[in-house]
Nanobody, 114 residues
């Protein structure tokens, strides 16, 4: 099982980006799906999380700006990021509990210029 993330890039402050992360392989169940971010020498922090039933959680720093969603038929989680700020610059990692095992995707760089 692997997670493939995409959608990062360079955007000006106030702009938007949409990240996607698709799980592939021999999948029987996917519970939590989420996004973390980490800059060099910083601790990885949870940005947003969505459980199988659809309930979501957001870090205070991104509430009202980011929206997480999932398409269970496509085994994919999305992160819509609006009103981006320079402090949102980070490497973003997707995460999912697949077949009761935690799996990380590769990071995708998000850079917000001022």
């Amino acid at each position: 099982v692997q997670l493939q993330a995409s959608g990062g890039g360079l955007v000006q402050a106030g702009g938007s980006l949409r990240l996607s992360c698709r799980a592939s392989g021999r999948i029987f169940s996917i519970n939590d799906m989420g996004w973390y971010r980490q800059a060099t020498e910083k601790q990885r922090e949870l940005v947003a999380n969505i459980i199988a039933g659809g309930r979501t959680f957001y870090a205070d720093s991104v509430k009202d700006r980011f929206a997480i969603s999932r398409d269970n038929a496509k085994n994919t989680v999305y992160l819509q990021m609006n009103s981006l700020k320079p402090e949102d610059t980070d490497v973003y990692y997707c995460y999912a509990i697949v077949n009761r095992v935690g799996v990380w995707g590769q990071g995708t760089q998000v850079t917000v210029s001022s």
